[in-house]
């Protein structure tokens, strides 16, 4: 139905730290048929509230939906779009890798061109740990697939904008007022 | 004021005007009930079932514009008002639901009684709330009310353990509400209203969709004003009906799935859609892709995640609409459409879909058109889910705002029954009409019991087709009249069974009786059933099968034509 050809933005929601709020959110992107790439919670800098980063799959018109479902809901103070915002998005990852004294500083210089870290060594395995983009987590991915990958374990992306004018918590309104009028929920 | 937790919910709700409850009690709620006899200005109506109290509090909200109240216990009586809450939900009407929960130290154990109600009721209402400390009480029933009827009404459910009902603490109204996540837009953006009303001035053909929303936001006059000022034509969704007089010059009726052909068909040729406070369901739409692709779109409604979900819209505009249409109004110039106008008519002339079959049968429509003429259009008219849903929705002529009452988005059979009961006591001096099937009446006939019980004089037309008649319907359209498991064989005697819930029962069969039945059970001093043994194989028409287009209309019972597809 939907024309437009899917791709991935980055929708970042201040909600009320509240029990049951999780579930909210995730329960409405169920329902709602919606797909979520990557989700991650945690505090923000302002007691009681917290922000949740989502990666959506899909195109405009599915992401303006989801932008207007989640305001709908009360726990949800503030919506951004902020996929073509000047941001700085990051995500870790840890990755256990199969490893012997044989490969072990081949695996090193890996890690060291990702400026990643080895955070544990076994005797057969090793734990790298990474953070950056998406598309940098996967490329190590599968740089380190020849030596055998036993473990894969992402946070999630979280993306923040550039520069000291944060635009997280006042856009959404703005942003959508050329479509559709004001912002607000229901 | 020390309070303990039940009478906090007492002491909430008649500062928020309640005057009535429906409930059934339980042990989880005990503590809750026991302290009712202090507070005699919340009148209680003891439901047979808890569906029976949502439905009911659902249907004194619509008529009364203010949020019905329903409670339960713990468990399968939270469960049992689930079918109602959802109702409620689909169709944004205001309510209030209490539940009892288990004591908090047992929360969580699978204790008896226990289920997780918060969960359940999460997608099917606008907001929930669990409630873990006395204290949270006023704050929690005071933003429950404000949430329920603010912005798109709906459902909000306050879910209360038992020891919380007993526990004491110190009660304090409070008289503001901070929900940084809950602004509803009222105003409308004025150059989206400007946009809006350039649009209609360029416009040949428009036609208005008239929703609920209209009635919500009780802009019956507004909406009369702009139709009247630029003469266009309102056609009025299912839960539309009755927010713009049947009787007037400027109505089509309801269109889409079992509207007037000239309505759907109007939609079709028109050049622009003015939809206000409706969503464009399925039932409007058939195929989406192929839905009035002639027009433009200016859609005003106040969620803002309706504008654009189902049809693209050129201007959009999120507000409320009493205030929307009172700017919008003043932007309108004065327009005649004289063309338009007759073009409806001829489609009108060319596709009486109001026109009943003359026959000595008795037809269902014949009756809602006797009950409509009988109580000169301004009766309140209650229905359940099916075929005599869409015929009082086709053929009783509304007048007044709100006067019929249906279970549209959701359709949950055994509205009929509760639904009635809730609307007679949010409007004790109205006529009410329960317009109901033989199927869905026996899915909530126990509610007789409790009407008799408190006088609620609703009297009932069940058009007894002893049918599931709208699936036998589809079956004969869709499934080569293979009948299954849609035929009641074994009906009881509706006559004796009011009689045996101390109700008058009155039997007709045959045309004659009609108008004198409806008299009869209207001069009767309390609740009266009519039991109509109507035609069995009826169809509604007209009919756009679902999915499909304007284009697989019928109009006529010529079934064959569906039944190539
Ligand atoms: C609770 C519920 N169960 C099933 C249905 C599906 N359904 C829609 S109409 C209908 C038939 C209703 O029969 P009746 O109440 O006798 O009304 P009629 O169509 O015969 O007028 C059914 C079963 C429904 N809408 N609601
Ligand atoms: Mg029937």
Avoid at chain 2, 123 to 143: F, G, R, S, V, W
Avoid at chain 2, 328 to 347: C, F, M, S, Y
Wanted: charged share 20%; hydrophobic share 40%.
């Amino acid at each position: 139905m939907n024309m437009n050809k899917i791709s991935t933005r980055t929708i970042s929601a201040l909600v009320q730290d509240k029990p049951g709020v999780l579930n909210r959110v995730s329960s409405m992107f169920r329902r709602r048929g919606f797909n979520i790439a990557s989700l991650a919670v945690g505090h923000s800098e302002m007691p009681n509230l917290s922000r949740m980063t989502f990666v959506v799959e899909g195109g405009d018109q599915v992401v303006e939906q989801v932008t207007k479902h989640l305001h709908k809901l009360i726990d949800v103070i503030k919506v951004s779009d902020i996929s073509e915002d000047n941001v700085v998005s990051r995500e870790l990852a840890l990755i256990r890798v199969k490893s012997n004294v044989q490969n072990r500083s081949e695996i090193m210089q890996v890690v060291d061109i990702f400026r990643a870290n080895i955070v544990d060594v076994a005797p057969e395995s090793l734990i790298i740990e990474v953070t950056g983009d998406g598309n940098k987590i996967e490329s190590l991915q599968d740089l380190l697939k020849g030596f055998g990958i036993l473990e894969v374990m992402r946070t999630g992306t979280i993306a923040m904008n550039r520069g000291l004018e944060s635009r997280q918590d006042n856009d959404n309104s703005r942003r959508q007022t050329a479509s559709w009028g004001e912002a607000s929920s229901v | 004021m020390n309070l303990t937790g039940g009478q906090m919910v007492c002491e909430s709700l008649i500062r928020e005007g309640v005057d009535v409850i429906f409930g059934l009690p339980g042990g989880a709620i005990l503590p809750l009930y026991q302290t009712l006899p202090e507070y005699p200005q919340l009148r209680h109506i003891l439901v047979r079932h808890e569906q029976g109290a949502a439905h009911a509090a659902d249907g004194y909200a619509r008529v009364t514009g203010r949020p019905g109240v329903a409670w339960a216990t713990s468990g399968p009586g939270a469960t049992n008002l689930v079918t109602g809450i959802a109702s409620a939900q689909m169709d944004s009407v205001p309510m209030v639901v209490i539940t009892g929960q288990v004591s908090r130290a047992a929360i969580g154990s699978d204790a008896f009684q226990e289920t997780d109600t918060t969960g359940i009721t999460l997608p099917i209402t606008k907001h929930n709330y669990l409630i873990m400390d006395p204290a949270e009480i006023p704050q929690a029933i005071h933003e429950a009310f404000h949430i329920a009827n603010s912005g798109r009404p709906g459902p909000v459910l306050v879910d209360i353990p038992k020891d919380v009902f007993q526990e004491k603490g110190v009660f304090e109204y409070p008289n503001k509400i901070d929900l940084p996540g809950y602004k509803p837009t009222l105003g409308g953006h004025a150059s989206q209203i400007k946009k809006a009303a350039k649009l209609i001035s360029e416009s040949q053909r428009p036609v208005i969709l008239a929703g609920h929303g209209i009635i919500f936001s009780e802009a019956y006059d507004e909406l009369k004003e702009l139709a009247e000022k630029a003469q266009i034509p309102v056609i009025t969704t299912l839960l539309g009906i009755s927010s713009f007089p049947d009787d007037h010059l400027l109505c089509v009726g309801m269109p889409g799935m079992h509207g007037m052909a000239y309505a759907s068909l109007a939609i079709e040729e028109a050049d622009l859609l003015i939809a206000l406070g409706m969503r464009f369901d399925d039932r409007i739409t058939g195929k989406r892709s192929a839905f009035a692709l002639g027009s433009r779109k200016i859609h005003i409604d106040i969620d803002p995640s309706e504008i654009g979900k189902n049809i693209p819209v050129d201007v959009p505009i999120v507000g409320d609409l009493k205030s929307v249409l009172t700017k919008l109004n003043k932007h309108i110039e004065p327009a005649t459409h004289v063309g338009w106008l007759q073009r409806i008519e001829d489609l009108k002339s060319k596709h009486p879909s109001m026109n009943i079959r003359d026959t000595d049968k008795l037809l269902p429509q014949y009756i809602i058109q006797q009950l409509s003429e009988a109580t000169d259009g301004n009766a309140y008219v209650v229905t359940g889910v099916g075929q005599h849903q869409m015929w009082a929705a086709q053929h009783y002529v509304y007048k007044e705002p709100r006067s019929f009452v249906t279970s549209g988005g959701s359709g949950a059979m055994g509205y009929e029954v509760p639904g009635a009961m809730g609307v007679q006591v949010g409007k004790p001096d109205k006529v009410v009409w329960s317009v109901a099937g033989d199927g869905g009446f026996q899915m909530t006939m126990a509610e007789l019991a409790t009407m008799v019980e408190n006088n609620i004089p609703v009297k009932f037309a069940i058009i007894n087709n002893n049918y599931l008649g709208m699936v036998r319907q589809w079956q004969e359209f869709f499934y080569q009249k293979n009948y299954v498991a849609t035929s009641y064989t074994h009906n009881p005697d509706f006559v004796k069974l009011a009689e045996a819930f101390g109700m008058l029962g009155i039997r007709v069969t045959d045309k004659t009786q009609v108008r004198s039945a409806i008299e009869k059970a209207m001069d009767y001093d309390g609740p009266a059933l009519i039991d109509f043994v109507v035609e069995e194989e009826e169809n509604v028409f007209p009919m756009i099968p679902a999915g499909q287009t304007i284009h697989d209309l019928i109009e006529e019972p010529a079934p064959e034509k569906a039944m190539r597809q």
